[in-house]
């Protein structure tokens, strides 16, 4: 167990390394920048109450991705939530091109949104992917497949060209 020192260090460190990361995960899923945020800061309220201890940094990266996916689907799931009109993001500060990629992944079902969130933003692997969304590492790849074919016709782009987000 931490005392009280080692754990507000441990949760400072993650919050440094790791907060802009869960935000634009709960982003992908809520897609509203101060409900993302909302959902961070709940997840390192249960930080600091359930003091989990890891194995490792990336046991502990994967805890905050795990729950902070939980949470945003707590929030959709809210009653308040869903009977709300969304204020829509503004997004002008991006390049238009990435503002077009930003919105045509934001528009993508969540089974697609979310893996190519993780895969091509964060940078994990597809079989990191299904660890952390409790998936088969084939249905991810299928989801990132899929997903990709339907922002390459949403967004265009030549015959043999790659999507790069």
Known sequence: ??????????????????SQSMIKIAFAYL???????EVT???????????????????????????????SKNMLKAGWFRNRNPVPEDLSYLPKEENDVLMAVLAL???????????????YSIQEIAEIMQAKPATVGTWLA????????????LEREEICL
């Open 31 to 37: 897609k509203n920048i101060a409900d993302a945020e």
């Open 41 to 71: 800061q709940e997840v390192f309220l249960t930080y600091l109450q359930k003091r989990p201890e890891f194995a490792s940094s990336e046991h502990e990266k994967a805890w905050l991705i795990r729950t902070t996916i939980n949470k």
């Open 109 to 123: 079902d969540k089974k697609y949104r979310i893996p190519i969130h993780l895969h091509y933003y964060e940078g």
């Open 146 to 157: 899929r997903g990709r074919l339907i922002l390459k016709e949403k967004i265009g782009g």
């Open 1 to 18: 167990m931490y005392d009280s020192y080692e754990l507000n260090e441990s949760v400072r460190q993650a919050l440094d390394l790791y």
